[in-house]
Structure formats: structure tokens, C-alpha cells
Nanobody, 116 residues
Framework: QVQLVESGGGLVQVGGSLRLSCAASRPISANMGWARRRPGNQREMVATVSSGGLINYADSVEGRFTASRNNAKNTLDLQMTNLQPEDTGVYYC????????????WGQGTQVTVSS
């Protein structure tokens, strides 16, 4: 089992920034990523990072969010800038257990609220 713990959520004004961090209880050899569940919406992936460092972003966040993975520290961060009200939601860290495109481990989530 792998435990993922997110931190860094909070309340920010429109246009502000937050940095989310995810700490894994042990090294992750497969994909890691960030997802979010916005009010009234399904959970969606916003950024994924392969074990080799290849990064993909959802169109809605590309150019504003930056994911960074530190395998030596077992961490995955998400730097969020120019936050908008539609970014409000619960953000989750996720990790895969294999090269298969599945998400096997999830953190508890951290709330991000962007106020107008």
C-alpha cells in the first residue's frame, strides 16, 4: 500500500497562486498525477507525470499550472498560478502501481478555494 498526503490548499483571491504538495509513503515507480473535483463536476485529471518525467496537462490548466516530481523525495508538487474561480475544488494526488494507465492510490484531497 501507498499513502499519499496532500498539503498546501487554501483560500486565494482571483489571480493568486498556491503550491500544492503530495508526499508518498514510499517511492513510486509509475505515473503520478493531480486530479480535482470541482463542485457539480466529475473528478478530472489536471496534470500527470510519468516516472521518467513526461508531463501532460489538461487544457484547462496548461500554461497556468506546473507539476514537478522529485523521485528522490517521493514528492509531487503542483504550482498553480493565475487562479480563477473555476479552479475551486478538492485537489487529489494520485499514483499508479504499474505501467498500466490506472490510478491505484489516492490522497485524501486538499481544498482549493478561489474567491472573486
Amino acid at each position: 500500500q501507498v499513502q499519499l498526503v496532500e498539503s498546501g490548499g487554501g483560500l486565494v483571491q482571483v489571480g493568486g497562486s498556491l503550491r500544492l504538495s503530495c508526499a508518498a509513503s514510499r517511492p513510486i515507480s509509475a505515473n503520478m498525477g493531480w486530479a480535482r473535483r470541482r463542485p457539480g463536476n466529475q473528478r478530472e485529471m489536471v496534470a500527470t507525470v510519468s516516472s521518467g518525467g513526461l508531463i501532460n496537462y489538461a487544457d484547462s490548466v496548461e500554461g497556468r499550472f506546473t507539476a514537478s516530481r522529485n523521485n528522490a523525495k517521493n514528492t509531487l508538487d503542483l504550482q498553480m498560478t493565475n487562479l480563477q474561480p473555476e479552479d475551486t475544488g478538492v485537489y487529489y494526488c494520485a499514483a499508479g502501481a504499474s505501467v498500466r494507465r490506472t490510478w491505484d492510490y489516492w490522497g485524501q484531497g486538499t481544498q482549493v478555494t478561489v474567491s472573486s
